[in-house]
């Protein structure tokens, strides 16, 4: 079986981007940005928690069948993820700090942001941001990070999951368990809301993370199953799902304003997405694979989702409150404010991600 998913890695890469487009869009009054499909995209956080199950499930599921096993794991992945994550809390921290500062100077929105208090700031610390806690209305400090905080709780959830079907000698029914556990978080949440919705973040984004990555599970599983049947098959097959794949996306992305009450069509979507993609065998993949910008912003897609909030702020203050810009021109401030933000992005990956990696 092929050890790297390079398509997988620019999708991952590309569907960052949208996210950072669908947090400019407020500010810019721009058909670029302002449309259904930016307006939405808020949407492929849950191809990433898909493809987040995938990798996991490929590389680790194997490999956890002690205790010792879950906890090398759990450090593993803290290691990945959370050095970012508090770095971006304490400068969110210094810029509420200087927001007080700079209210002598220049308009400042959210003075006193009351979801940045405390509480939110100790939730976001402990990673547990993703979760419904008292006193808790919305996100907070670096808003994409309660995905990280949902991240987690899937990892740890998974490595139980995969250490007790090994223990108990039920190994080759580990779907049946991975499917259980995506039902019951369907399930509770749409108890708990009244509602099949599934973009929920600061409250119940951990139950969405757990559907959304243990279907990634199901999907590593089902590629693992079907692998030696499908590589050899004809490439014809793939040059049609492709872009058949990526005109369903867009067009369920487009439409999610009458389809997000379904929320699990978008984990079942994008299921199938990184499925056909894993193979690399469509015309799409190949010229994908050829464009080094996107193999670049694969790699620094996390550290692109991870900062892009802060940098999104700085820049409108400085070309919106100092420099007295429109917000029409961000029909082509969005190229620059983007082009800074992966620019910061390699920084943070070479210097702060890389640096952490030794201690996995």
Known sequence: MKTRFDVLDIFRGIFSAMVVFFHLSPFAETAILNNEFIRNSDLFVDFFFVLSGFVIAYTYQHRINSKTDISQFIKKRFFRVYPLHLIMLIAFLIVEAGKHYLVNYIHVNNLNNPNNNLITFLSSLFLLNSVKLPGVTDVSWNIPSWSISAEMISYLLFAIAVFAVSASGAFKKRNLVYSFLIV?????????????????????????????????????????????????????????????????????????????????????????????????????????????????????????????????????????????????????????????????????????????????
């Open 184 to 360: 019951t978080a369907v399930a509770i949440t749409a108890i708990a809301t009244g509602s099949g919705l599934l973009t929920w973040s600061y409250d119940f984004g951990f139950l969405r993370g757990i559907a959304g990555f243990f279907t990634g599970v199901l999907c590593f599983n089902f590629f693992q199953a079907r692998y030696d049947a499908v590589k050899d098959s004809s490439n014809i097959i793939f040059h049609v799902a492709e872009p058949a794949c990526l005109i369903a996306i867009i067009a369920s992305v487009c439409m999610a304003n009458k389809l997000k009450e379904a929320g699990y069509l978008y984990d079942i979507l994008f299921f199938i997405a990184v499925f056909v993609f894993a193979f690399e065998k469509g015309f799409v993949s190949a010229g994908l694979k050829k464009v080094n910008f996107l193999k670049s912003l694969g790699m620094y897609s996390y550290s692109v989702y991870m900062i892009h909030a802060l940098f999104i702020s700085l820049f409108n203050i400085l070309f919106i409150r100092l420099l007295h810009f429109q917000p029409s021109a961000y029909s082509y401030l969005f190229i620059l404010n983007f082009y800074i933000i992966y620019i910061a992005a390699g920084w943070t990956y070479r210097n702060i991600e890389l640096r952490f990696k030794d201690l996995k």
